[in-house]
């Protein structure tokens, strides 16, 4: 199928099922001499699958159970029944700490149901979560109920399936939430919506758990100690929209509009992952939107990319290594077919455990990119030749100076050349003095001139 309607599906693990020995504060299913207690003020939806013989039950104010064909409850008679010798109060366990966007509680699975086999490929942290355009299932013959708090108003979906139901209109889906069901399994500040539609662009979608993030990644710290593990790098990678550094390494693609992003994938797989000394490697690539920078400070605008994040299986100063070669071995292949596949250049980042910093490697793959490079580089060897003869004699530049704005200030006036004798003037006889003056001018040196307009016996005081 092409990538813009290959679907991704995403199923809910948790269930607030009655005969789910973890859903209760013993570790075990009630039996006939236990009295079961829910808390009257919690909102739980049940679902029971087959009778059950109790000696005495607490029901919520709010709540409800569904029972599967055959189920029912019936009142303990007294009779000896095997493996519940000694009955207690059992409570129903909490389950409103269940989160939607904690990705410990989702797992991959394929159209026909069946769990996804662990493989080469996985998800980065933000996209273990639905994204805007998976289909989200809720197992058949199970009840729920998972909080949806979110920092976005709405949740996009393709589709939900509930109860073997499969909600993909937006019609259907608003019809449920109106049924009494719908507010005692989700409950939260989110608004899960149906769309319908998978992703349009053949050059895929971005997830959209952006905005959620922070809350997949507290989530996940819970659930770790709390704290990223070590890594075995010194300077791990940080790949957008995953919690903790890794060692290996990462590349960024941009790329034409023919690009394909599941063929790429498939090609990558086929061609390149699936050789031996790979088998301990695995690679998640999606597209991301990576925040722009102007001089260091972040910008609100956005630049599409495809990501590739490669691990491996590799310890000490090994780790890493092998994601290394394979990120090389991808960069080489967009050397040589990256116009045909709709990639214009390529960049590469790497961290292992024997390496103390990053590596950094890009390579441009388009023309108009690779004529740019090659023009400067022309130019500084152009400068260079210049500057290379101009030291050895074989050339001669043209003195150039140029005004100083401060000279100006400093000298407003320049007095002219002492050798500018100026031009002849009748009106006026300049007589030159007979003695040489030398280097400096006598303070009572007079010069006289005729002026025919004035007596010289006028001048006199």
């Known amino acids: 199928l092409p990538a813009a309607t290959t679907a991704v599906y995403k199923q809910w693990i948790p269930n607030t099922n009655f005969e789910t020995a973890s859903n209760w504060d013993k570790g075990r299913v009630p039996c006939a001499s236990d009295?079961?207690?829910?808390?009257?003020?919690?909102?739980?939806?049940?679902?029971?699958r087959s009778p059950h013989v109790l000696t005495d039950m607490y029901l919520p104010l709010n709540g409800e159970f569904v029972l599967a064909a055959g189920a029912a409850f019936t009142a303990f008679d007294g009779s000896w029944d095997p493996g519940c010798d000694t009955g207690g109060t059992v409570k129903f366990a909490d389950a409103e700490h269940h989160a939607w966007f904690d990705p410990t509680l989702w797992q991959d699975i394929l159209p026909s149901g069946e769990l996804r086999a662990s493989g080469p490929i996985f998800s980065v942290d933000?996209?273990?979560?639905?994204?805007?355009?998976?289909?989200?299932?809720?197992?058949?013959?199970?009840s729920f109920r998972v909080n949806t708090d979110s920092s976005?108003?709405?949740?996009?979906?393709?589709?939900?399936?509930?109860?073997?139901q499969e909600l993909n209109t937006p019609a259907s889906w608003a019809g449920y939430l109106q049924g009494a069901s719908a507010p005692l399994q989700f409950h939260g500040n989110g608004t899960l919506q149906v769309t319908g539609t998978g992703c349009p662009d053949k050059s895929g979608c971005a997830c959209g758990n952006t905005l959620d993030g922070p809350r997949i990644c507290a989530a996940l710290l819970r659930a770790s100690g709390r704290q990223c593990p070590e890594p075995a790098c010194q300077s791990p990678l940080q790949p957008l929209g995953h919690c903790c550094g890794i060692c290996g390494a990462t590349i960024n693609l941009d790329f034409t509009p023919d690009f394909d992003l599941q063929k790429y994938q498939n090609r990558l797989v086929q061609e390149l992952l699936s050789q031996p000394k790979y088998a301990g490697v695995q690679m998640a690539i999606s597209k991301v939107h990576k925040a722009q920078t102007f001089l260091g400070i972040m910008s609100q605008s956005t630049t599409p990319l495809i990501q590739i994040v490669l691990i491996d299986d590799r310890a000490g100063e090994q780790t890493g290594t092998a994601a290394e070669q394979l990120a090389a071995d991808i960069m080489e292949n967009i050397a040589q077919h990256g116009e045909a596949l709709g990639i214009s250049s390529g960049r590469m980042e790497v961290a292992t455990g024997s390496t103390a910093s990053r590596q950094v490697g890009s390579h441009p793959v388009s023309r108009i990119t690779a004529g740019t490079v090659m023009g400067l580089l022309f130019s500084l060897l152009f400068l260079g030749g210049i500057l290379f003869l101009y030291?050895?004699?074989?050339?001669?530049?043209?003195?150039?100076?140029?005004?100083?704005?401060?000279?100006r200030l400093e000298d407003p006036a320049s007095p002219a050349p002492a050798s500018d004798k100026g031009f002849d003037n009748p009106m006026f006889n300049v007589e030159p003095?007979?003695?040489?003056?030398?280097?400096?001018?006598?303070?009572?040196?007079?010069?006289?001139?005729l002026n025919p307009l004035y007596d010289a016996s006028e001048t006199e005081t």
């Open 35 to 48: 009295v079961v207690h829910f808390e009257k003020d919690k909102v739980v939806s049940v679902f029971v």
């Open 126 to 142: 933000e996209e273990r979560v639905p994204c805007h355009y998976d289909d989200v299932i809720f197992q058949p013959q199970t």
């Open 152 to 164: 976005q108003p709405v949740i996009h979906l393709r589709s939900i399936s509930v109860m073997g």
């Open 391 to 407: 030291r050895k004699g074989k050339l001669r530049l043209p003195a150039l100076r140029l005004p100083r704005p401060w000279d």
């Open 433 to 449: 003095p007979d003695a040489d003056l030398g280097e400096e001018t006598p303070k009572d040196l007079q010069v006289f001139y």
